[in-house]
């Protein structure tokens, strides 16, 4: 086993399977598991390998391919020439270049390096396939039949591009015995209409374990402290921490938290899911009923590298011209990249911890309202043992680091759009400001 994942797999499970959760009990301590496969009835059964919500839909263009990684693989995500996504290991079967740098021409992607083209096979007709279609030589046709790009299965829906990832791309996707369902994934599944909302959406990249963010995003209690100034909520804020009574539901799809406050007039606080492998719902209320509901899909790029696609879904402020009128969309998006920016130092110190070993028992224990996370990291643990998909790509000290190299293209590593997004907000408002004083000059 890679030592990176014998450090992610330190840490211990619960013992205690009561759901209401009040105090700490001493015995509930984070160290090494000794039983990995001793594991309740009702532990989650998804892996690490499957579907994950890879990318936006509004966000992939006809004529620009989106590049990527899954756990160190390289990946490509283009529209063909029916834009249907298709996606690809990013090496070109020629002489093994990458796409990076080459073109998309109606749904064809060029290679820079010689010019290959590749295309769906036949008229778009046959999706199983794609093949080269430049003419490199005179045996061009029977070097067609050979060579084939290695692909992923690829799905669009409720505005994601959903990729089904094993970590072993084949040149047909009739290859793929697919081990899980994506329904499994979707919100609407779980009873969120999503066509009844309207959302908001970010993306975030951090330089940290894949696994630490997910952690952070089931710690709901951390808000107070943390995002207490960021998040525009009154009862947020350090000034209002409190304590709840926490309800944990476990079944083999799904682990959900319900969080009421202790105090019976004020009833539920905050519920939230977790759908592996990457998937974590949070709102209030029903699912029917539920006025706010935010997703965040978790993308393990690599090593240190992560990224998460952040979603506010809302039944109010729907309409266009208001929302846009108040600037919400900006001001939103001011406040995603400032939570997250937030997040991000104890994300990376943590990472530096669990490599260096220091998270394992005795120099940290967990407390009673920790006991969704433990139930995160008994499935965590198990998976990587299982799936090791860290050890589908793995790489050395001597490995070439340019995809790691390359930069990153969100907050909060790289700041170039949360910079944006404030100067938009600052022209919005100087131009609001300039209107009435236009018109005093105009009718003066």
Request: charged share 25%; glycine share 4%; net charge neutral.
């Amino acid at each position: 086993m890679r030592e990176d994942e014998t450090q992610q797999i330190n840490s211990l499970q619960l013992t205690d399977e009561s759901s209401e959760i009040s105090s700490y009990d001493e015995k509930n301590n984070l160290g090494i598991e000794e039983n990995p496969s001793a594991k309740p009835s009702d532990q989650l059964s998804g892996g690490l390998l499957g579907w994950y919500a890879a990318f936006s839909s509004k966000l992939l263009k006809n004529e620009e391919p989106y590049y990527f990684s899954m756990f160190n693989e390289p990946l490509v995500l283009y529209r063909d020439k029916e834009s249907k996504p298709r996606c690809i290991k990013d090496l070109c079967p020629h002489r093994g270049a990458s796409f990076r740098g080459g073109e998309l021409q109606n749904g064809e992607l060029v290679c820079p390096y010689h010019g290959a083209r590749f295309s769906s096979k036949g008229e778009c007709t046959n999706l199983d396939r794609i093949t080269c279609q430049h003419i490199v030589d005179s045996n061009y046709s029977n070097y067609a039949k050979k060579i084939h790009l290695y692909q992923y299965p690829c799905v669009e829906k409720d505005g994601y591009i959903f990729i089904y990832y094993t970590g072993e791309a084949k040149t047909n996707l009739n290859d793929f015995k697919l081990e899980s369902s994506l329904e499994d994934l979707r919100s609407d599944s779980y009873g969120f209409k999503s066509n009844e909302y309207t959302h908001e959406e970010v993306i975030v990249d951090f330089k940290c374990d894949w696994a630490r963010i997910i952690e952070n995003h089931l710690d709901i209690l951390h808000i107070f402290w943390v995002h207490g100034d960021t998040i525009p909520d009154k009862d947020v804020s350090r000034k209002v921490i409190t304590s709840f009574n926490q309800k944990i539901t476990r079944e083999s799809r799904q682990i959900e938290s319900k969080y009421n406050h202790k105090e019976k007039n004020k009833g539920e606080f905050i519920s939230i899911k977790f759908i592996p492998p990457g998937r974590i719902i949070i709102y209030k209320g029903t699912p029917e009923t539920a006025r706010y509901v935010q997703i965040l899909d978790h993308i393990p790029l690599g090593q240190n590298r992560a990224r998460v696609i952040v979603r506010h879904y809302r039944k109010f402020l729907k309409n266009k011209l208001l929302t846009k009128l108040i600037m919400f969309r900006l001001l939103q998006q001011r406040i995603f990249y400032r939570v997250f920016s937030e997040d991000y130092m104890i994300l990376k110190t943590q990472t530096f911890n669990q490599q260096m070993g220091y998270i394992v028992k005795d120099n940290v224990k967990l407390l009673g309202e920790d006991k969704m996370v433990q139930y995160y990291w008994d499935w965590l643990q198990n998976a990587l043992i299982k799936d090791k998909p860290w050890q589908l790509h793995p790489t050395n000290d001597s490995t070439c680091s340019v995809h790691q190299d390359m930069p990153m293209l969100y907050p909060p590593e790289n700041r170039k759009l949360s910079n944006k997004n404030d100067r938009d907000i600052g022209l919005q408002l100087l131009i609001r400001a300039l209107i009435p004083i236009g018109l005093i000059i105009l009718i003066l």
